[in-house]
């Protein structure tokens, strides 16, 4: 697992905005996302359950997670991997972005991170790696 974002007080420690690990996710009968997350709140890691809403395009979807945003699946095989980002307006700032790769396996990857680190590049704001898990970084 590996995180990225466009500023990186939405990373940054264990309390930040948008410091969030997805556990799960659950499609639902309605094309919807339901997502599980955990997130370190008051000293202890709680769980959270989002529900995402589909949109026209099948790759996006919004969520009401402070604020109404905007989620989007960059890639993925449906199998072992996702890449997905999700807008973080952050203070002083008119747009922001986090985003994660999961894995669905310990094993490191290193051809996925590289092609994780390649979608980055194509978004329209810049994004850099700050937590890789898979490296024991972060």
């Given at each position: 697992?590996?995180?990225?974002?466009?500023?990186?007080?939405?990373?940054?420690?264990?309390?930040?905005?948008?410091?969030?690990?997805?556990?799960?996710?659950?499609?639902?009968?309605?094309?919807?996302?339901?997502i599980?997350?955990r997130?370190?709140?008051?000293?202890?890691?709680?769980?959270?359950?989002?529900?995402?809403?589909?949109?026209?395009?099948?790759?996006?979807?919004?969520?009401?997670?402070?604020?109404?945003?905007k989620?989007?699946?960059?890639?993925?095989?449906?199998?072992?991997?996702?890449?997905?980002?999700?807008?973080?307006?952050a203070?002083?700032?008119?747009?922001?972005?986090?985003?994660?790769?999961?894995?669905?396996?310990?094993?490191?990857d290193?051809?996925?991170?590289?092609?994780?680190?390649?979608?980055?590049?194509?978004?329209?704001v810049?994004?850099?790696?700050?937590?890789?898990?898979?490296?024991?970084?972060?």
């Amino acid at each position: 697992m590996a995180m990225a974002a466009s500023d990186i007080s939405l990373l940054d420690s264990e309390t930040a905005p948008l410091r969030v690990y997805v556990q799960e996710l659950r499609p639902t009968p309605g094309d919807n996302l339901e997502i599980i997350l955990r997130k370190w709140e008051n000293h202890a890691c709680i769980e959270g359950n989002i529900m995402a809403q589909r949109t026209e395009d099948p790759a996006v979807f919004t969520v009401d997670y402070q604020g109404e945003r905007k989620i989007s699946v960059l890639d993925t095989d449906y199998t072992h991997y996702m890449f997905f980002c999700m807008e973080a307006p952050a203070p002083g700032m008119e747009n922001g972005m986090m985003c994660q790769y999961l894995a669905r396996t310990l094993k490191a990857d290193n051809e996925v991170m590289e092609k994780f680190d390649r979608a980055l590049q194509t978004l329209p704001v810049h994004i850099r790696i700050i937590l890789d898990l898979t490296q024991g970084k972060g």
